[in-house]
């Protein structure tokens, strides 16, 4: 996807503010409330794709969640994380790439992603963030994910979006994973407009063919 896409993002997070943003939540209230659903041990391997400078970290390690891990394409974005949690920030892994050409030995056991996936409009971009998903979603695990619905907007921080209904998500992801339940929430952005996000939560189904 390249550089174009990075560059974008460290400029936004080099030049906006948090409140200027319009993903903003200084609690991520959905993403906590589904996680707690979950009943995951403290030592679950946890990864926030595209996490930014939100907050689901922050939460999480307040709860006590010792293996937590966040991506993003941006520097930036992880810095400002790192120096919000200050010394909470040694308890993370922190892990600048693409999600798109990221590669790890680790299983997760949850993969949260809240308005990333969503950038995400090229078939070869989509296809090899699920292949990743495959790949690194132990079997039995948690895959949730946060992205606009087909009331929210078509476009974000200057770029277009990809919104999903509840099939269409499910259909997406179907070779490798069952939907557990979609919720809907209505995000207020920092400047008052409202966004609709479509949550759906799926279970790593077991390995099959290489799957
Ligand atoms: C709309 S923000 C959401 C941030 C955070 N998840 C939240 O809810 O506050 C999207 C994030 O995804 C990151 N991002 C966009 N494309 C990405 C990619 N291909 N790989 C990894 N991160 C990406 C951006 O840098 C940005 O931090």
Redesign the pocket.
Not at 48 to 56: A, C, E, P
């Given at each position: 996807?390249g550089s174009l896409?990075?560059e974008?993002?460290?400029k936004?997070?080099e030049t906006k503010s948090s409140n200027e943003?319009?993903?903003?939540?200084s609690y991520?209230k959905t993403?906590v409330e589904l996680i707690s659903g979950l009943n995951l041990p403290k030592t679950a391997a946890i990864i926030?794709?595209?996490?930014?400078?939100?907050?689901?970290v922050g939460a999480l390690l307040k709860q006590g969640f010792v293996n937590l891990h966040v991506?993003?394409?941006?520097a930036r974005?992880i810095e400002r994380a790192k120096a919000r949690l200050r010394g909470k920030a040694d308890g993370v892994i922190w892990i600048v790439?693409?999600?798109?050409?990221?590669s790890t030995e680790i299983r997760f056991d949850l993969w949260?992603?809240?308005?990333?996936f969503h950038?995400?409009v090229d078939e070869t971009?989509i296809g090899k963030?699920i292949e990743t998903a495959n790949k690194n979603i132990r079997e039995g695990g948690c895959l949730m994910i946060?992205a606009f619905s087909e009331k929210g907007p078509k476009r974000?921080?200057g770029l277009d979006v990809r919104r999903y209904s509840e099939t269409a998500m499910a259909e997406r992801l179907k070779g490798g994973f069952e939907k557990i339940r979609c919720v809907e929430e209505d995000h207020t952005t920092p400047s008052g407009a409202c966004q609709n996000f479509l949550f759906c939560g799926f279970m790593r189904r077991g390995f099959k063919n290489g799957t």
């Open positions: 996807m896409t990075k974008h993002w460290e936004v997070y943003l319009s993903w903003f939540q991520p993403s926030d794709v595209g996490g930014g400078d939100g907050r689901l991506l993003d394409i941006s974005a790439s693409d999600i798109t050409e990221f949260h992603d809240r308005a990333a950038f995400l971009q963030y946060g974000c921080s």
